[in-house]
Nanobody
Framework: QVQLVESGGGLVQAGGSLRLSCAASGIIFSMNAMGWYRQAPGNQRELVAAITSGGSTNYADSVKGRFTISRDNAKNTVYLQMNSLKPEDTAVYYC????????????WGQGTQVTVSS
């Protein structure tokens, strides 16, 4: 079965940093695009950062310059380094894996809470 296991969420003060990890199993990790999404209460789920199987990255304008997505294919893990955190970053963060790009259907992690206090 496919499993995406996230870690690294928590409570941090504005201006601080967190690193999220998502460890995947049950997929050929290197052939999947990986993405981080977030959803705050009352809001739609939005794409935060994406990385293709070839290593190309894209970011939402709201996090550009602050967040970095990376992958380690040997560990079947994708990371999201979050710096200069703002209260507006508070949300549940989800990991997604998709073979044909993140616009296609894929597999989701369980979500991990990130709370940034002001």
């Amino acid at each position: 079965q496919v499993q995406l296991v996230e870690s690294g969420g928590g409570l941090v003060q504005a201006g601080g940093s967190l690193r999220l990890s998502c460890a995947a199993s049950g997929i050929i990790f290197s052939m999947n695009a990986m993405g981080w999404y977030r959803q705050a209460p009352g809001n739609q789920r939005e794409l935060v950062a994406a990385i293709t199987s070839g290593g190309s990255t894209n970011y939402a304008d709201s996090v550009k310059g602050r967040f970095t997505i990376s992958r380690d294919n040997a560990k079947n893990t994708v990371y999201l380094q979050m710096n200069s955190l703002k209260p507006e970053d508070t949300a549940v963060y989800y990991c997604k894996a998709a073979r044909y790009g993140l616009t296609s259907n894929g597999h989701w992690g369980q979500g991990t809470q990130v709370t940034v206090s002001s």
